[in-house]
T-cell receptor, first 109, second 113 residues
Framework: QKEVEQDPGPLSVPEGAIVSLNCTYS??????FMWYRQYSRKGPELLMY????GNKEDGRFTAQVDKSSKYISLFIRDSQPSDSATYLCAMSEGNQFYFGTGTSLTVIP | DTAVSQTPKYLVTQMGNDKSIKCEQNLGHDTMYWYKQDSKKFLKIMFS???????INETVPNRFSPKSPDKAHLNLHINSLELGDSAVYFCASSPQKGAHTIYFGEGSWLTVV
């Protein structure tokens, strides 16, 4: 079983839709939960991170962590064509980072 | 002003050749990494250095050898390239080991023919 599971998609939504991206994990020792965005032919860029359980909001983006269910989510409100990218979740324990395989998102104008 | 820069961005080479990818970060970070991303977008850590000291050395063929001349640089040398080495290689850095924020370079697209 992989440490982090993420549905690869692809996910296609109309502009303005609310997007929900999710990851599940197996290691209860994970403390930090991150979301990265990767545009085509570019490196992953850190969108936001959350420590332990709870919500964190940054503009149109909201990250949610439910440690009891080992489930994290990223919500994108009012999605824009510029949000079209691959979104990778990541989790850390000590020196180790574990990435999901990414969900490919396309926002159609 | 690029934070994590790696060169070359694209590299096409023949099987059996030896090649190097260079990486530099100007963020003042202590820790640097090499990641490999396969065609399915899966990011797998290969190596990590903290202040020039190797701290993570995943199961990687010994044809891959990292070298950190100082904490701002981490190079990756690959001997006897094989077709299966074709992938995107990302250099990254973080403020210190165990940090939860990692900053990636733009990637080096390696194609072995």
């Amino acid at each position: 079983q992989k440490e982090v599971e993420q549905d690869p998609g692809p996910l296609s939504v109309p502009e303005g839709a609310i997007v929900s991206l999710n990851c599940t994990y197996s290691n209860s020792a994970f403390q930090y939960f991150m979301w990265y965005r990767q545009y085509s032919r570019k490196g992953p860029e850190l969108l936001m991170y959350t420590y332990s359980s709870g919500n964190k909001e940054d503009g149109r983006f909201t990250a949610q962590v439910d440690k009891s269910s080992k489930y994290i989510s990223l919500f994108i409100r009012d999605s824009q064509p510029s949000d079209s990218a691959t979104y990778l979740c990541a989790m850390s324990e000590g020196n180790q980072f574990y990435f999901g395989t990414g969900t490919s998102l396309t926002v159609i104008p | 002003d690029t934070a994590v820069s790696q060169t070359p961005k694209y590299l096409v080479t023949q099987m059996g050749n030896d090649k190097s990818i260079k990486c530099e970060q100007n963020l003042g970070h202590d820790t640097m990494y090499w990641y490999k991303q396969d065609s399915k977008k899966f990011l797998k850590i290969m190596f990590s250095y903290n202040n020039k000291e190797l701290i993570i050395n995943e199961t990687v063929p010994n044809r891959f050898s990292p070298k950190s001349p100082d904490k701002a640089h981490l190079n990756l040398h690959i001997n006897s390239l094989e077709l299966g080495d074709s992938a995107v290689y990302f250099c990254a850095s973080s403020p210190q080991k165990g940090a939860h924020t990692i900053y990636f370079g733009e990637g080096s697209w390696l194609t072995v023919v």
